[in-house]
């Protein structure tokens, strides 16, 4: 097998020592951030630094874990170290280099001390490879990277935006600039379960070129995560009287609960407290809020207990959620907000006239076959001479030789291949699924593309978006938060039911013990110990399966809706677009239908004469309606 840095390094059984040099560098250095771990086995004569032994390039991992020195065996090492005396390093002159270059013809040998020290580059991956110090990999410049000096994003001292052996560059952001010994020090800290971009907070593309410059990152958690307790101020409550007069006699850190000397928390920070009895809270459940939070959220009226914002709760009579201010923020009268949304409102209809407007190019003939409706506009759509600015007209090519389209029945059926491909999940409202064939064939774009062009050239509505995914065009899609309507895999369902079910801690831990690998693989697990985490928990879930997951499906679908300008129009007029993405058209009834007229009788008609006329208008409307 190959060398592997998972190992135990808190072996206990050889004693460390920093009186004894290296066997394979000679050097008695004891850094464990620069050259791992030193110790010496008195029962093999051995002393060894952990990472000249993890790189030399005679030596391969045969045992297990647990067999001879990290999985390297006895006799193995002994071999190593006689192989590295006949060598010479080529920085110090002196014997026992036993890394050598991996480029082809370089003949290249040095201990690990000198080959750091002559900025040489060691990959902490795969076969554990070494280059030198003229054949190590570099970063490229970008041609539109500029000379200036930018901030190191973790220490945030200057650094020149020249990748080198001591500046690396984020491969996944153009923003982010490190001190590679700031990288090495971050990730030592982090483990390779917490070691991202600081910027982006990237982690598969920033690892792999982390590793391929030269960055060990070690197979373990984080080490804020292995300090036992080290959170544990965050679990304690505040339980003090702060007001400027207590009238306890027993002390500000009385506190009987279910009474008057109650301690009830600021509802906004949570970080001051009072008796009952030393404030004006009448009650336990009533709301208080401190002197200093109470000069950030003023207000000529009497405020009521802030609770939990639900989507549905939020929308206004247009259909848009309303904005709920901050506690700590001064708020805005419900008027200028009013009149703000007022003055951007526009029909629909004027809308996509104007989008209309840039249809202005020669006549497109979209063939279409009407089993693989879907596939064969797709390709009309992805032809070179295809713009969505053409004149569009339907074309139907089955061996049937039906009478071609008309261009609102042809997007009628379009959207209707969209919606129930799988490229979206959900009974009626729609949201995105994730399709990984899809992704990779740019279906999503091309879905996009296909509803914003059905818009603008006069299609219908297309009625099937979630609100959920409505949200997710219109606003930050990691502020906009699921609801259960939108899972439509039965077993996440049917685990989030089983987390809401619960009605003691110890249920809620044995589920969450039952779902521990998909909550551990999906970064939704928080810290469970009260009954109520169980919201945080389905928060959690909710929020990763329906939009982190399809987080690039949703990008490609965005870019595909830009087309024509339509998603810059439905982010800049939400109200108006609500009804064609996302309501159902209304059915027609006699009653609506009969809504429309104003009824008018002539002036020769009695009083029997118009009740007639409105009883067979009536029956009319009655027996036409189906």
């Known amino acids: 097998s190959l060398k592997g840095n998972g190992v135990n390094m808190s072996d ?31 029962e093999h004569s051995l002393t060894l630094h952990y990472y000249c032994l993890l790189l030399s390039s005679g030596i391969w991992q045969r045992g297990k874990d647990d067999e001879g020195i990290y999985g390297f065996l006895i006799s193995d090492i002994k ?6 005396r006949k060598l010479k390093c080529y920085v110090c002159k002196g014997n026992g280099a036993s890394i050598g270059c991996v480029a082809p013809r370089c003949k290249r040998g040095y201990h690990f001390p000198c080959g750091m020290e002559k900025q040489c580059i060691f990959q902490f991956m795969d076969i554990f490879s070494s280059y030198c110090w003229e054949h190590r990999p570099v970063q490229k410049l970008l041609t539109t990277q500029s000379n200036e000096h930018s901030s190191c994003t973790i220490c945030l ?76 101020e965050l ?23 279910e009474s008057k000397w109650e301690i009830v928390r600021c509802q906004c920070c949570g970080s001051s ?17 401190c002197a200093e939070c109470r000069t950030y959220s003023c207000s000529p009226v009497k405020r009521s207990r802030i609770t939990s914002v639900k989507w549905s709760e939020t929308l206004d009579n247009s259909g848009l959620d309303a904005e709920q201010p901050s506690p700590k ?3 805005r009268s419900r008027k200028s907000f009013l009149l703000k949304h007022v003055q951007i409102q526009r029909p629909v209809s004027d809308i ?10 020669p006549r497109f003939t979209i063939e279409v076959q009407s089993k693989s409706l879907l596939n064969s506009s797709l390709r009309c759509f992805r032809r070179m001479c295809f713009s969505p600015c053409n004149t569009l007209q339907i074309k139907v090519i089955d061996e049937r030789r039906l009478p071609d389209l008309s261009l609102v029945n042809y997007f009628k059926l379009l959207l209707d291949a969209i919606q129930n491909s799988n490229l979206f999940e959900g009974s009626e409202s729609k949201t995105l699924s994730l399709n990984m064939n899809a992704l990779n064939e740019d279906l999503y774009y ?54 809401q079910s619960c009605q003691r801690i110890s249920q809620l831990k044995a589920i969450t013990a039952h779902y521990l690998d998909y909550l551990q693989n999906t970064g939704t697990l928080p810290l469970v110990q009260t009954l109520s985490d169980k919201s945080i928990l389905v928060k959690n879930i909710l929020a990763y399966h329906v939009i982190h997951r399809v987080q690039q499906p949703l990008e490609r679908f965005k870019e595909g809706l830009k087309t024509l300008g339509v998603l810059e129009n439905i982010q800049k007029y939400p109200t108006a677009f609500w009804s064609v993405l996302c309501m159902k058209p209304e059915k027609l009834t006699a009653k609506a239908l009969s809504d429309v007229f104003t009824i008018t009788y002539h002036r020769s008609f009695r009083q029997a004469q118009q009740n007639n006329a409105i009883r067979h208008w009536e029956a009319y409307l009655g027996d036409t309606e189906g």
């Open 352 to 361: 996509l006239q104007d989008l209309k407007s840039q249809i202005n190019k």
């Open 12 to 42: 206990s059984s050889p004693a460390a020592t920093v009186d004894l040099p290296c066997m394979l560098c000679g050097r008695k250095d004891d850094c464990i951030e620069k050259y791992g771990e030193k110790k010496t086995y008195k």
């Open 157 to 232: 001292e200057n650094v020149e935006q020249v990748p080198s052996y001591h500046v690396l560059r984020g491969p996944c952001c153009k923003t982010s600039w490190y001190h590679r010994d700031c990288l090495q020090h971050q990730a030592l800290s982090a483990g390779l379960f917490f070691f991202r971009c600081t910027v982006c907070n990237d982690r598969d593309i920033f690892q792999k070129e982390m590793l391929r410059m030269g960055i060990h990152i070690p197979e373990r958690d984080a080490s804020w995560e292995l300090e036992e307790n080290a959170f544990q």
């Open 273 to 289: 407290g009072t008796h009952i009895a030393c404030s004006t809270v009448a009650q336990v459940n009533q709301a208080w809020e």
């Open 329 to 331: 923020c001064r708020r």
């Open 235 to 257: 679990l304690v409550r505040h339980q003090r009287c702060d007001v400027r007069k207590c009238l306890c006699r027993n002390g500000r850190d009385y506190n009987v609960p």
């Open 446 to 499: 091309e879905a996009g593309r296909m509803v914003a062009v059905a818009l603008v050239h006069g299609g219908p509505a297309p009625s099937f978006f979630s609100r959920t995914l409505f949200y997710c065009l219109i606003y930050d899609s990691h502020h906009v938060q699921p609801i259960l309507e939108d899972v439509a895999d039965p077993l996440i369902l049917q685990a989030i039911v089983k987390i």
């Open 79 to 84: 071999k190593e170290l006689n192989r590295a």
